[in-house]
């Protein structure tokens, strides 16, 4: 079976979709990439395309998915804004990309030294820029209150700004929340480590469930 095929994304499970992300950037800390031959992808996406995975990231230049998770053409639906950020357009592409298309996985993924959150920890304020980095600020104030000992590295607001991101997604898009709680999506929080091309895949959600109408994710 073709990897870039309609049979090949139907018969995949979420899990599996969230594995091959964790086995890819094994690959790529290790420097045992795939030998990716792009002829033969244009060739097999020529006529559509089946991405199993959407990956909602920074647009930092260190950060890109494909390299990250050691993918190629037509595997991943990669989505960049600074500070992986959500907003109605970024919605509505997941929402495209695991109801249209079929993407098994949603992903959003941070990274250490991320020069948006730093900005908006310094309170810049410069044009288009100042709305975008209010966005961040309800991480900085999670990431003060928490004490949660899944932060690994250093820079807590990087952590916490992923959550948001995903709490934002599952609690503003119904559609994306019906699929998720029926098994038909896996959600994954990860954060990227600049230093060492290594990813925390820190959330994995493989359940929804509501308390006193509040979101909870683990």
């Known amino acids: 079976m073709r990897k870039h095929s309609k049979e090949y994304l139907q018969s995949l499970t979420p899990y599996r979709g969230y594995e091959l992300l964790v ?33 909602l990231s920074c647009m930092d230049s260190r950060t890109s998915s494909e390299l990250v998770f050691d993918q190629g053409l037509g595997d991943l639906f990669s989505i960049r804004v600074a500070g992986n950020i959500v907003n109605d357009d970024i919605l509505a592409s997941i929402e495209y990309a695991v109801k249209y298309i079929g993407s098994k996985v949603l992903m959003v993924l941070g990274h250490t030294e991320c020069g948006a959150i730093k900005s908006a920890k310094q309170g810049v304020e410069d ?46 898009s119904e559609i994306i929340t019906e699929m998720f709680a029926n098994g038909q999506i896996g959600i994954v929080g990860g954060l990227y480590n600049v230093d060492n091309g290594k990813v925390d895949f820190f959330k994995n959600l493989t359940k929804r469930e509501r308390e006193d109408k509040k979101l909870v994710i683990a």
């Open 127 to 172: 044009g288009h820029i100042t709305n975008l980095l209010k966005r961040i600020q309800p991480s900085i104030s999670k990431a003060l209150l928490s004490d949660d000992k899944n932060y690994q590295f250093k820079d807590k607001v990087a952590y916490a700004n992923v959550e948001n991101s995903l709490e934002q997604i599952l609690n503003r």
């Open 23 to 55: 086995e890819g950037n094994k690959r790529f800390v290790s420097n045992l990439k795939s030998d990716h031959d792009h002829l033969e992808m244009i060739n097999e996406t020529r006529e559509g395309q089946y991405p199993f995975a959407v990956v």
